[in-house]
């Protein structure tokens, strides 16, 4: 079992913000993606995300520093004791190699009163006074991994996602918010089975690209085409968005670059709230208009647009 702390790099004083940084270092370095060839990066890479799930979570966290649990979420040695010569040392009076005061006396039948008729010897309790063993815990299956491909608008708005287990069943997973493109999810118990229960599924989660949206942070981002008159005059538009098209206004004398903000269309944050779309304006201009170039020609524009580059107009 793995320290967690040792695992991603972090003292055990680290902050939160301390442990996601180092995760987000390692699971770059070690995605699987990026080590088709290298399973053992691949290995590094689902201990790292356990350590990080067992650090994020402040409960478990907690029960881990105090000894509770070990690496792995599992509940730590019942007792403190172990090995031979556990008991005080001394003379006569003391407990010595399994006697009371230097009589052989086989003190594993009391334990058996005790703790429900344990097992002597390997895998129980020690035979004599020598210490508390303890039964080692069976071993989990292995994970599974599992790769998910989203679509950019499901990841935008949270949309419920299939997963096809490796035994052919389904199962509908809740995309968490605030997730990031090659985040994994820990699907319990659907691993392969083994001595101690079943492992666990391991989904690694890949946003597809768009082919007009991107993001940035949790904003959206679009680069919407508006006509020559719609700038000039302003108007009313159609605008998509990852919920589905919705009316803007684009003001009047807008130019190609300027960018409104629709509040509340971007990804979910982990607090509830959600970031923007940014909707950057782009005059289209017709090719080969004769009206247009007319009206151009004739018309006396004195202002230099590129004044603020230090250049001007020739």
């Not at 690496?71 to 005080?88: E, H, I, V």
Request: charged fraction near 25%; glycine fraction near 18%.
């Amino acid at each position: 079992m793995a320290d967690p702390y040792k695992t991603l790099g972090v003292e055990r004083t680290a902050s939160e913000a301390d442990i996601k940084k180092a995760y987000r270092k390692l699971a770059k370095e070690l995605h699987p993606d990026r080590n088709k060839d290298n399973p053992k990066a691949t290995e590094r890479f689902s201990q790292a995300t356990n350590a990080y799930d067992l650090l994020t979570d402040k409960d478990k966290r907690a029960r881990f520093d105090r000894g509770e649990i070990d690496g792995d979420g599992n509940p730590a040695a019942p007792f403190g004791y172990g090995g031979s010569g556990g008991g005080p040392a001394g003379g006569q009076g003391g407990f010595q190699g399994g006697n009371f005061g230097g009589e052989g006396v086989d003190v594993s039948d009391l334990f058996e009163g005790l703790f429900g008729g344990a097992q002597r010897g390997g895998g129980g309790f020690a035979s004599g006074f020598g210490g508390f063993g303890r039964r080692q815990p069976q071993p989990k299956g292995a994970n599974i991994g599992y790769k998910l491909n989203v679509s950019f608008t499901d990841a935008a708005t949270l949309a419920p996602q299939r997963v096809t287990l490796a035994d052919g069943k389904t199962i509908d997973i809740k995309l968490p918010a605030g997730f990031e493109n090659g985040m994994q999810m820990r699907l319990t118990g659907k691993g392969q089975p083994g001595p101690g229960g079943n492992g666990d599924g391991m989904v690694t989660i890949t946003v597809q690209p768009h082919r007009f949206f991107t993001r940035d942070g949790d904003d959206v981002r679009l680069d919407l085409p508006i006509t020559l008159s719609e700038a000039v005059l302003g108007a009313p538009v159609r605008v998509p968005t990852v919920e589905g098209a919705v009316m803007l206004t684009v003001p009047a004398g807008s130019t190609s670059g300027k960018t409104l903000r629709l509040r509340g269309r971007g990804f979910h944050r982990k607090d509830g709230t959600r970031g923007d779309q940014l909707v950057t304006l782009m005059v289209d201009l017709p090719a080969k208009d004769a009206a247009l170039t007319e009206f151009v020609q004739g018309w006396d524009n004195k202002g230099n647009p590129r004044s603020n580059l230090g250049v001007s107009i020739v």
